[in-house]
C-alpha cells in the first residue's frame, strides 16, 4: 500500500483518543474500530495502554479529534487508519511493531439477518453498515464488502440458468485466472462460485474477489465480496452459505 503525507491523508472522520496521548504525551498501543457513531465518526478508537477502569469510564478523559491530529502523535498508524475496516483490533509493546487482536470483544460484533426481497435473505455481521447510495445493495465494514444482485431469468429451468453461470465462469477465467472453483447443491437451490485476485491502481495493491450465484426458480441471486486479506475467504464462504430462500 501506498504510504501517505500527513498533510495528505483524507478526512476519514473524527478519531476518539485519550488525552493520555496529548496530556501526558503517550503514544497508542491499543486500537480498535467500532461502526460509527455518526456520519462524523470515522470508528477508531485509541488508548495508550495505560488507562485504568476508572480513567476508561470518566467520558472528560477522551476526546474526538481529526485524524491529522492522531497522525502527528504517531504516524505509525496511518496505513491502519485508513485502510483496516470497522471491526478491527490492534495492539503493540512500546516500540515495536503493531499486531492484529482477534478475540477482543466488541459490542456491534453479532450476526443479524436480512430480509433482501420476498425470495431472498442473508445473515450478516452486523458491523457491516448498508451503503443506500449504491446502484446495487452494498454492505461494507470498510476493508470487506459485500455487493448483491437479484436477477430474474424468466421462462428458463434451473438446469439451463446454472449452464448459463458456468459459461460466464469460464469465460471470466480467460481474463482473469481463477484460484478456486466452488459448488453447492440443495434441494431449492444451486450455488456456484470463484475465487480471484484483482489489482487496485489507485491504492496499489491487491485484493481478494469471491464471485457466486445462487439460483432458485428462476431468480439469481448474484453476490461479490471483496476482501483485503486471503484468511477472509473463509467468512466470505460462511457469509456465501448463509444465503437462504425465504418463501419455503
Not at 483518543?17 to 491499543?30: E, G, R, T, V
Not at 445493495?137 to 444482485?149: C, N, S, V, W
Not at 462460485?193 to 484483482?198: D, L, N, Q, S, V
Not at 445462487?214 to 465480496?225: A, G, K, M, T, Y
Request: hydrophobic share 35%; with cysteine; proline share 2%.
Amino acid at each position: 500500500m501506498k504510504k501517505i503525507k500527513i498533510e495528505d491523508f483524507p478526512n476519514i472522520g473524527a478519531v476518539m483518543a485519550s488525552s493520555m496521548l496529548f496530556k501526558d504525551d503517550m503514544k497508542p498501543h491499543f486500537i480498535f474500530r467500532e461502526k460509527p457513531s455518526n456520519d462524523n465518526d470515522s470508528g477508531w478508537r485509541m488508548f495508550s495502554g495505560f488507562e485504568s477502569d476508572e480513567y476508561s469510564n470518566n467520558a472528560d478523559n477522551f476526546g474526538f479529534y481529526d485524524a491529522k491530529t492522531i497522525l502527528e502523535v504517531d504516524n505509525s498508524i496511518s496505513e491502519l487508519l485508513l485502510y483496516k475496516g470497522y471491526g478491527s483490533v490492534w495492539e503493540r509493546e512500546e516500540n515495536a511493531d503493531w499486531e492484529e487482536v482477534f478475540d477482543y470483544p466488541l459490542e456491534d460484533d453479532f450476526e443479524v439477518k436480512h430480509q433482501l426481497s420476498k425470495n431472498w435473505g442473508i445473515t450478516i455481521n452486523n458491523l457491516f453498515e448498508k451503503n443506500a447510495d449504491a446502484k446495487d445493495l452494498m454492505f461494507t465494514t470498510g476493508d470487506k464488502t459485500i455487493r448483491l444482485a437479484i436477477w430474474n431469468y424468466d421462462g428458463k429451468i434451473k438446469s439451463e440458468i446454472l449452464k448459463s453461470q458456468k459459461e460466464d465462469i469460464d469465460t471470466r477465467n480467460e481474463a482473469n485466472t481463477i484460484l478456486k472453483r466452488y459448488e453447492f447443491h440443495e434441494d431449492s437451490f444451486n450455488k456456484i462460485g470463484y475465487h480471484i485476485k484483482e489489482y487496485d491502481e489507485r491504492k496499489d495493491y491487491t485484493y481478494n474477489l469471491l464471485c457466486t450465484f445462487s439460483s432458485i426458480d428462476n431468480e439469481v441471486l448474484q453476490s461479490f465480496f471483496y476482501f483485503d486479506e486471503a484468511r477472509d475467504i473463509e467468512w466470505a464462504l460462511e457469509t456465501w452459505k448463509s444465503i437462504e430462500k425465504i418463501n419455503k
